[in-house]
C-alpha cells in the first residue's frame, strides 16, 4: 500500500486537463480480474464518460467518491476575487458580490450535479459526495453504507487497489 500512495503522490501528469473517460478506457483494459474500483474525484470534465464509465461498471464494481470545493458549489459574497482554472492556468476576476454572478454559478453547479446523476444511474454505478471540508469520516461511512455493493459474500474481486483521482490525459 505504501508503494501505490507514493506512486500517487510522486506522479507528475503531462497535461492538467481531465479526461475521466481515459482514465475508465484504461481501467477496463488493464484489469482483467473482476474488482472493486474506488473513483475519487470532483467529476468537472468537459466530455462525457458516461459510455466508459457503463463499460467498466458492468466488468467492476465501481464506487464514485465525488469531492468538491463547497465555494463551487456555492460562491460567498466576499467582492472581487481572483480565480485559476487548475486545468487551463487562465486566471480572472468575478465580482461574487453580483448576485447574477452567484445564481448562475449555483445554477451551474446544479446542473453539473443533475448531469452526474444521470451519469451515475444510468451506468448503475453507486455514488457518494461531499465537500472537501466534510469529514473524511462521513464519506468513508456513506461509502460503507451503499446498498451492499462492497460486501465480499456477493463479489469474487481480485485483491489490489485501482485509485482514479482527476486521472489527466498522458
Not at 484489469?31 to 459510455?51: E, G, N, V
Not at 464494481?61 to 481572483?82: F, M, N, S, T
Request: net charge negative; charged share 30%.
Amino acid at each position: 500500500i505504501l508503494y501505490i500512495i507514493r506512486e500517487l503522490l510522486e506522479y507528475k501528469p503531462e497535461s492538467q486537463q481531465t479526461n475521466i473517460a481515459y482514465a475508465l478506457e484504461y481501467l477496463t483494459r488493464a484489469l482483467k480480474r473482476r474488482c472493486i474500483a474506488f473513483m475519487l474525484s470532483d467529476f468537472i470534465d468537459q466530455h462525457s464518460f458516461l459510455q466508459p464509465l457503463s463499460i467498466a461498471s458492468h466488468k467492476h464494481d465501481v464506487v464514485a467518491i465525488q469531492v468538491y470545493d463547497k465555494r463551487v458549489a456555492e460562491l460567498p459574497d466576499v467582492g472581487l476575487l481572483k480565480v485559476h482554472d487548475a486545468e487551463t492556468g487562465q486566471e480572472r476576476i468575478i465580482d461574487t458580490s453580483s448576485r447574477a454572478v452567484r445564481e448562475a454559478q449555483a445554477k451551474w453547479w446544479k446542473q453539473q450535479t443533475m448531469r452526474l446523476k444521470d451519469t451515475f444511474s444510468r451506468s448503475k454505478v453507486d455514488a457518494v459526495s461531499g465537500c472537501a471540508e466534510d469529514s473524511d469520516a462521513r464519506l468513508v461511512e456513506e461509502a460503507r453504507e451503499l446498498d451492499g455493493s462492497l460486501s465480499a459474500e456477493r463479489h469474487n474481486h481480485a485483491d489490489g487497489i485501482f485509485h482514479l483521482d482527476d486521472v489527466h490525459h498522458v
